[in-house]
């Protein structure tokens, strides 16, 4: 049960941390598909960060600084997809899809010439980041410090959509861009607000991904479609941060019990590890085919902004 509690909060956080980001650009109007690659790019500057900083760095700062170059790489590669959406007014599909394909092949080539190997795997300790609770009876749960630091961003995340004049109009420009130009609000600088914020929360979400549960890291499987999950759990969590955050635990679920099935009764059933892979995919299927025709997007994602059609 620990093993179960344990995973579900791993990967239910670094979920909910990618979707938020979704939410933020897709409630500014921009659809962002590139999660994926996000995710990817964030976990390998957080990686090379880890790797790189000088032996006997005190662990709190050894998290910062990894923890601040995976948001910025995010921000930083979102911004492409910023100027080819928002600017260019260019298809959002197909933009997001290509930075994911550039993602993994830029991440794989980079820590190539990092090695100085045909090997694109990363050695790190992720020590810094992981916390042993003592529950009595001998019985320890792991954590790790993404767990306070996703909480913390989801009750942010929350206040400032709801409860700030800046969330306002971030969700003005992704429900009705016309109005909010109306009365004097720039469209285009919200939805670039938007898409970075899918960024920072997209690289730290990638970074979260691949620390905490192993010290080895392969970046030619990318973050194995985490990415695309995200957004199945965005929109099972219509668009809302709260709902988001339940979406996210029920899927990790699902994701957990992959890491489990050796070590409990699921083994007695002698499915492969395969199949407890694929769950929270064939879950995210099922759920949206059941709940997509009452889910409701903003109303202009999408959609290029025109100023000169108001």
Sequence with gaps: MLLL???????GIVLMLVALGGMFSERSGVINLALEGI?????????????????GMAPGLIVLFSILSSALAGVIYSLLLGFSAITLKADQ??????????????????????NGTASAKLNYSNTAFIFD?????????TLNVFLFIGLAILVLAALFLYKTKWGLRLRSCGEHPQAADSVGINVYQWRYIGVMFSGLLGGIGG????IPSVSTWNFEVGVTGFGFLALAVMIFGQWKPINIFGAAMFFAVFKSLAN???STFLATLGLSKNIYDMMPFIASMIILVLFSKNSRAPKAEGIPYDKGTR
Aim: hydrophobic residues 60%.
């Design 93 to 114: 599909t197909i933009g997001g899809t290509a930075l994911n394909m550039m993602a993994t092949a830029l991440a794989v080539v980079i820590v190539k010439v990092v």
């Design 260 to 262: 489990i099935a050796d």
């Design 39 to 55: 995710m990817s790019i964030g976990a390998l500057a957080g990686v090379l960060t880890l790797c790189f900083l000088p032996e």
């Design 133 to 141: 609770f003592d529950l009595g009876n001998g019985n320890k749960l």
């Design 5 to 11: 509690i344990k995973y579900t909060l791993l990967y």
């Design 207 to 210: 970074f979260a991904y691949v």
